[in-house]
């Protein structure tokens, strides 16, 4: 019997440091740093909106693949700052060129992903409420590519555009229809270049442009406060032998392309589902074909949807599912966890990589849900995908492994073999948890 525990404890043991050195090698070929930064200090107060573009934000400097990006707002002692006291509408980050020494807002060209709307939608990064709980990490070997000095033309650097558009909606009489810029509780009538908004238009990005104020409870004097966009880059120096770039495409359910390229009108409205209409039936579904211009891997997935959503997802041709995307929702106060919006949208990681391809040209049916028990304006459904070139075939981290073990096995086999000395020497000490927990 206590033999058995001890055989049975020295298998665990050489699983977990078999385990231990795989891990370790997986990231053991480059090394991931993490920087965070703030953005320009944002101010706030009941009702008002700011949609500003900062030009030149803190950005890991070099030739680099960025592994994660992702933000939250934070106030001015980096305290969380929760959705139902400040709206995050979006946060969006474009990568451009610009005249070295030059002030970059004035003179700049956007390097925008790899498609496919036209002129809109070019970030590399971008998403809104859901960014708490979105996963963003690339699974190794896969990287985006930034900062070649060899794609940065002659006199030129460069440089990333954060947007963040905020909305505070502390005291408002309809917090819900805050966040949802309808331009009744904007008393707003007119886009930004001060053109009559069509009688149909409801709201959207038109009626909470920065600056903007929605209504707030009769009487309510608010605070102004300081907050910042801070967002976490993950990122490794770039080494073409080991990491292997994927591309940016930003799918939108609006996508119009009957007129030969691709028109996306990029928010839209949900009207409420007709009377007697069973209130599960009352999903408002939108479907788009539209397809890439060159095809890959699929390395990772996620849609962007706002509150009322109730799920989107990709299909191949042939139906097959390319991926899901499920919003969450709060459930309590907290940041992260805010009741009545979504927190968090799943993710897709097709494993093994290259499992889920799109081939070029291939018909995708991009599908978007919502909920039509309430109406909606200005709602939105994106697609952001990464792919890898399917071929040809750069070296992988794993080729990479195996072709290291005449110095990584060695360590292992030592490692194992000491654990065995150190078990046996110590036989019956090893059958308690206590034990157990020590060498763990
Ligand atoms: C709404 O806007 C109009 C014209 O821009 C202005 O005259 C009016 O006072 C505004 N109403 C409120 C409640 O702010
Ligand atoms: C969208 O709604 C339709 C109709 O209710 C349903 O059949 C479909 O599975 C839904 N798709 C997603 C991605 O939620």
Known sequence: MAKNSSNH????????????????????NYFVKTKVFRSPEIVLEPGLVSDKNYYD?????????????????????????????????HWVLDRYYAPKNSDH??????????????????????????TRRTATDIPDPYGIQVGDPAGIPAGYEEGWMLNVHAIDIRGAEDKMGCAECRCNLYNVTVDGDGGALP????????????DKRCKVKEGLHGEKRSLYLRYTVKYVDW???????????????????????????????????????????CIDSKVVSVSLPSGGD????????????????????GGREICSSKPRYGEGNEAGNEVGFIVGMSTCYPSPAGSVKISAGETLTFVSNYSSVHSHTGVMTLFYL???????????????????????WPIVLLGVGLLLVALLASKGKFGNAEGYEAIV
């Open 105 to 130: 807002r004035s003179d700049h060209t956007i390097i925008r992903n790899s498609g496919i709307c036209h002129n809109t939608l070019k970030q590399y990064f971008g998403i809104g409420a859901e």
């Open 298 to 317: 699929v390395v990772y997935g996620v849609g962007h949807q706002h509150a009322g959503a109730t799920g989107t997802a990709l299909y191949g041709e």
């Open 386 to 408: 990464l792919l890898a070139d399917s071929s040809p075939k750069p070296p992988t981290l794993a080729d990479k492994i195996t072709t290291v073990p005449f110095f990584v």
């Open 199 to 210: 009688s149909s238009y409801g709201g959207g990005l038109s009626c909470c442009r920065d």
């Open 57 to 89: 934000v803190d950005f890991p400097r070099g030739h680099i693949a960025i592994k994660s990006f992702n933000a939250e707002l934070v106030d001015e002692r980096e305290n969380p700052v929760p959705l139902h006291e400040t709206y995050l509408h």
């Open 9 to 28: 404890l020295a298998i665990i043991l050489i699983i977990l440091v078999l385990q231990q050195t795989s891990a370790a090698a997986d990231h053991g």
């Open 239 to 281: 080494d073409s032998s080991l990491i292997v770039p994927v591309k940016i495409y930003v799918l939108d359910i609006t996508d119009d392309w009957t007129q030969a390229r691709h028109n996306c009108v990029v928010e839209f409205d949900i009207e409420t589902c007709d009377v007697g209409v069973e209130k599960n039936d």
